[in-house]
């Protein structure tokens, strides 16, 4: 019997499921397939296509130099290549790794090819799927925190037999600073293209169809081995400060203490727990402070796997979740940040029109609380950030965005709405200082008060969206602290507020 293996764009580790599940290598026969059909669902960033398919490529290379026989297939699609494989080397049993993403995985059911297809449960995650739905079916609420701490017990990480290492399970309270005075920021650690990225990069170049952003320069980790210096470069030069400052945003520092890892684990390059395992070696031999190492492993062992854990169990109606009926069209702007005048929102478009990349809360609450307060569709924000991301995936977009950064799915997720006005972008980033708007103007009163042309846009949507809401939100318990400084507006202010958000949408859908 002949085995097929057929590797998939996001699955680039030796140790695979699918790989792993043949313990010889004769009569197997493995392929990797670049489809130019299935990138152009959407205008994806063309530093996203270099990175896998460069990634896929050298993992082609790899897998020859280990004894496998394997074929590199770029096709319209994926079909005709795997039944040309298939029939070519009589593969009686076709083995894939389960895909991460719901929608690849009909694509692979209904496949028309002369083998049977057997599925292979998922490896590259901590938490196994019904791993993850046995917790879920235990409570009436799925909290991250909960599944978080789950987490840390079962692993034994960052813990004192049954208590936490510290006495609390969590420091975010101590990672919000803003860095003040001059920056000393570590150098990030980038990479040249070698010949294989260079070909890709010129494939991509000479693709005819809509692609976003800007292609060069390429400098992202292609290979694990490229992979492991990032990391290592990570836990020696930027863990010790990611704590203070995960959460500040200043002009010109693209990446500040942030580890850039999240491409390399969400391809296969990385493990999770690998990288969890060698941050808490770290901070065991190097004493270095707990509240960067707890929230580093929080976003991985906490968020990462507790947004892919909700994505699987949620069913296919969770991708159309629009608890506010938002439904003005994303502007335009965010395909190109050279159309906005918000220097909040033109830094981070930029940023990720030139690299791919944004750090967290530059994705949280510059692009979703704006999106979000603003009244934008759900589909179409989570449909752009899909397509502009380096590290994004259907099962990182759906829960990260729609749940947790635009709350359209009505809480399941989180626990509050993550809105906030300019006061918070001024607070965590340098944005305010040069930008056109003044972050203290919330809207021109009767009176004059306040200049109308300075008014930042995200001081009248936000209580323009509080306003609007203000029968849904109250249900949210945290929420009753804001609404209550809601309701100490008078009428004329909040009709002005209302005037001054509907002439900005119809303004944008004018031009």
């Not at 530093?47 to 590199?72: D, N, T």
């Not at 987490?151 to 208590?163: D, E, P, S, V």
């Not at 990611?242 to 580890?259: C, I, K, N, P, R």
């Not at 603003?374 to 759906?398: C, L, T």
Request: hydrophobic share 40%.
């Amino acid at each position: 019997m002949n085995i097929g293996i057929w590797v998939l764009g996001d699955q680039i580790n030796i140790n695979q499921a699918a790989l792993q599940s043949c313990t010889e290598k004769d009569n197997i026969f493995v392929i990797m397939i670049e489809s130019l059909e299935y990138i152009q669902v959407r205008p994806y960033h063309q530093q996203k296509l270099v990175l896998i398919w460069s990634a896929m490529r050298h993992f082609v290379v790899e897998l020859r130099q280990a004894g496998w026989k394997v074929k590199h297939a770029i096709s319209t699609d994926f079909e005709t290549p795997l039944k040309h494989w298939i029939e070519t080397n009589q593969i009686t049993e076709l083995r894939v790794m389960k895909p991460n993403d719901k929608p690849f995985l009909e694509v692979i059911k209904n496949l028309q090819v002369p083998c049977s297809i057997k599925i292979i449960p998922n490896n590259l995650f901590i938490w196994h799927e019904t791993e993850f739905q046995a917790w879920a079916r235990k409570r009436k609420r799925l909290l991250m925190e909960d599944f978080y701490r789950e987490g840390r017990k079962r692993l034994k990480i960052l813990m004192n037999q049954n208590k936490p290492v510290g006495e609390k399970w969590n420091f975010d309270k101590e990672n919000r600073k803003y860095p003040k005075g001059k920056l000393n920021t570590p150098e990030t650690l980038w990479f040249k293209p070698d010949e294989i990225t260079r070909e890709v990069i010129n494939q991509v170049k000479d693709l005819n169809f809509t692609k976003y952003g800007e292609i060069e320069p390429f400098r992202w980790a292609v290979t694990r081995q490229q992979a492991l210096q990032v990391l290592e470069n990570f836990i020696q030069y930027s863990l010790p400060n990611f704590g203070d400052y995960q959460d500040a945003m200043v002009t010109g520092e693209e990446t500040l203490w942030h580890s850039l890892l999240s491409p390399y684990i969400n391809l296969g390059l990385l493990h999770p727990l690998e990288v969890i395992k060698k941050v808490e070696s770290a901070y065991h031999n190097q004493q270095l402070k707990l509240n960067s190492v707890e929230g580093f492993i929080r976003q991985v062992l906490g968020w990462r796997e507790y947004m892919r854990g909700v994505y699987l169990v949620m069913d296919d109606e969770y991708s159309q979740s629009n608890w506010f009926n938002h439904n003005h069209p994303l502007p335009e702007f965010f395909w190109d940040a050279n159309k906005t005048d918000m220097n909040c929102l033109h830094q981070v478009l930029i940023q990720v029109q030139n690299t791919g990349y944004a750090h967290h809360i530059q994705r949280l609450m510059v692009l979703s609380n704006f999106a979000l307060i603003s009244g934008i569709s759900p589909q179409e924000v989570e449909n752009w950030f899909h397509a502009a991301f380096i590290d994004a995936y259907d099962w990182v977009m759906q829960t990260n965005v729609l749940g947790m950064g635009l709350f359209a799915d009505g809480g399941i997720l989180a626990s509050k709405p993550y809105a906030a006005s300019a006061n918070y972008i001024n607070k965590m980033s340098d944005y305010c200082k040069d930008c056109t708007y003044d972050w203290k103007v919330r809207v021109t009163s009767p009176q004059g008060q306040g200049n109308n042309s300075l008014a930042c846009p995200f001081n009248y949507f936000y209580w323009d969206f509080l306003a609007r809401h203000r029968d849904k939100l109250k249900s949210q318990g945290r929420m009753n602290f804001v609404l209550a400084n809601l309701d100490k507006m008078d009428s004329e202010t909040l009709d002005n507020i209302r005037l001054k958000a509907e002439k900005w949408h119809s303004q944008k859908t004018s031009c």
